[in-house]
């Protein structure tokens, strides 16, 4: 109470003083309210805290230098600056939103969760409380590191999949290796389309071996099915294990990891690696990560077919980054990558390649219930020898695109209707192709 009236009292002086300067102050706030929009929180936060003790006290300018100064990073004097517009009009919802999203930068977890309770029990517009939702949900699961937490989801897809054996559309191809005889490819080896149905289901474990040190694991198991072309049938046990360390804004983990991948009810691939990552809340919007990963891969040979001859090391690095814009708006990210696939066959350098690529994505909550989310790929593939039967180095170069609708019916249950587009571009016609995958699924968490 007291430090109210303190701020109450310095309001009062600042008020006093900075009459003459209204006009001034109008000015700054339209060029604040400018650099925020480009969006450059930094240079609107210096041009305001250059002035504050002219103006503060007025709620237009403490309201506009709160804000700014979250998203420049500086927590402590965003909630200073907050706290005077919420001495003056307690019922200001933008105000103590935004408040409590600076306490949760800096840790106050408790007093964060008061201030987003009270402004989630007003009439606030579906975006911005579906963003409170998220922060609660940060901040319950905060409330969880310092206890052993065990999660697990169930999902069910059906759907259509216009390549389900990622096949090129033609049916004939001109050998170069045979002076450009041109052969019939196999009805397996050509594009085909099929229904589909697959069952995942997912367990997770989290537990805390100190304050900062905690003990992870998951494993996830997938059966997918076609109506007819059941050659094709996938599966996959995937699973890892690891640690994650926490200090400050930064986040480490690191991770061993194996997938074993099934077609047609028979082993076809495993791999196993190691995963580095490191990730850093900048702000309460803001956050930037990178990663680095090892990974064997190891093919099962068939009868005639000789699979082993892939069998390579794969090692991937690259960098993300995610911004979260204000007043509920869409969360994005975006983010490359660079690595090297390494063929254990010596004489098979056609079988190696080195890669890049790149991601941009986001989601936007069209209300409590429902978001919106579209991510997009892209990457090259450079291979390190000439191919033997079609005489030319491959080069590939793959597009993915996917449009998708999350509804939440209930509490733990989520509806995901879901468009993908594939295209892989290649000077080798036998390996390009497009692909087209229809889905909806119905997911339950645990």
């Not at 929180?41 to 709620?59: K, W």
């Not at 804000?67 to 420049?72: C, E, G, H, S, T």
């Not at 029990?121 to 937490?149: C, G, H, K, W």
């Not at 990622?166 to 041109?182: D, H, N, R, T």
Request: charged share 20%; with cysteine.
């Amino acid at each position: 109470m007291a430090r109210k009236l303190l701020i109450l009292l310095a309001m009062i002086a600042f008020g006093c003083a900075s009459l003459p300067s209204a006009h001034a102050a109008s000015s700054v706030i339209d060029e604040a309210r400018q650099l925020m929009a480009k969006p450059d929180a930094n240079a609107a936060y210096n041009l305001l805290i250059a002035v504050e003790a002219e103006h503060a006290g007025d709620p237009e300018f403490d309201y506009l230098l709160g804000i700014a100064a979250l998203d420049a990073g500086h927590a402590t004097q965003a909630i200073f600056a907050l706290e005077r517009v919420l001495a003056v009009n307690p019922a200001h919802a933008q105000a103590r939103a935004e408040i409590a999203r600076a306490y949760f930068a800096v840790g106050e977890t408790v007093t964060s969760k008061r201030e987003f309770e009270a402004v989630r029990s007003q009439e606030v517009p579906p975006a911005v409380a579906a963003t409170i939702d998220r922060f609660l949900d940060a901040i319950n699961r905060l409330a969880d590191t310092d206890r052993t937490r065990i999660a697990g989801y169930i999902e069910a897809t059906i759907g259509r999949d216009s390549n389900v054996n990622s096949g090129p559309g033609i049916s004939q191809v001109a050998i170069p290796l045979f002076g450009g005889v041109i052969t019939t490819l196999n009805a397996s080896g050509r594009q085909a389309s099929d229904r589909f149905g697959s069952m995942t289901g997912g367990a997770s474990l989290r537990h805390p071996l100190t304050k900062d040190l905690a003990l992870l694991d998951a494993l996830s198991v997938n059966k997918r099915i076609n109506a007819t072309q059941d050659t094709f049938d996938t599966g996959y046990i995937d699973g890892n294990v690891g640690l994650g360390l926490t200090r400050g804004d930064d986040v480490f983990t690191a991770a061993l990891q194996g997938n074993n991948f099934y077609i047609d009810n028979n082993p076809y691939r495993d791999a196993y690696g190691i995963l580095g990552q490191w990730q850093r809340n900048l702000n309460a919007r803001n956050q930037v990560s990178a990663f680095g990963q090892y990974t064997q891969l190891r093919y099962s040979d068939r009868p005639g077919i000789q699979n082993s001859l892939r069998d390579a090391n794969r090692t991937v690095a690259g960098v993300a980054f995610a911004h979260a814009f204000q007043g509920g708006g869409p969360t994005v990210y975006a983010g490359g990558y660079v690595g090297t696939e390494d063929q254990r066959a010596a004489a098979r350098p056609d079988l190696g390649h080195r890669l890049q690529g790149a991601r941009l994505g986001g989601q936007f909550s069209i209300n409590e219930t429902t978001a919106v989310f579209l991510n997009s790929s892209v990457e090259r593939r450079n291979y390190g020898g000439q191919d033997s039967t079609f005489l030319v180095t491959r080069s590939d170069t793959q597009f993915n695109l996917s449009l998708g609708l999350d509804y939440s019916p209930a509490k733990n249950w989520k509806i995901t209707p879901q468009i993908g587009l594939t295209r892989n571009n290649s000077n080798i016609a036998i390996n390009e192709y497009t692909r087209e995958l229809y889905t909806v699924t119905l997911r339950r968490d645990f």
